[in-house]
């Protein structure tokens, strides 16, 4: 069974930090392209980041472009997202998922549980 256990989610102020985690578990993490997925309240799906299999490849919305960063550990079946100088509309439930095939978008082949990020002053 694949499980995507989002972590790391939690209430910052504007202009903070925090570090997203997804473990993966029931399928070869290292042979599938990963990405970070977002909602806001009373809002649709937004793709925030890629990054392809052995992490040569990353991609960003030009809303988090140069302050959030991707990354992952194929030997902890982890992957990861710093998210920087946080703004109130970075306000969201944060979804991590796997795809087979690379791609800048929200069609993603597994869905994680999600993790709520609130940026509030």
């Known amino acids: 069974e694949v499980q995507l256990v989002a972590s790391g989610g939690g209430v910052v102020q504007p202009g903070g930090s925090l570090r997203l985690s997804c473990a993966a578990s029931?399928?070869?993490?290292?042979?599938?392209?990963m990405s970070w997925v977002r909602q806001a309240p009373g809002k649709g799906l937004e793709w925030v980041s890629s990054?392809?299999?052995?992490?040569?490849?990353?991609d960003y919305a030009d809303s988090v472009k140069g302050r959030f960063s991707i990354s992952r550990d194929n030997a902890k079946n982890t992957l990861y997202l710093q998210l920087n100088s946080l703004k109130t509309e970075d306000t969201a439930m944060y979804y991590c998922?796997?795809?087979?095939?690379?791609?800048?978008?929200?069609?993603?082949?597994?869905w994680g549980q999600g993790t709520q990020v609130t940026v509030s002053s």
């Open positions: 998922a796997s795809r087979l095939d690379y791609g800048m978008d929200t069609k993603v082949d597994y």
């Open positions: 029931g399928f070869t993490f290292s042979t599938y392209a």
């Open positions: 990054i392809s299999t052995g992490s040569r490849i990353t």
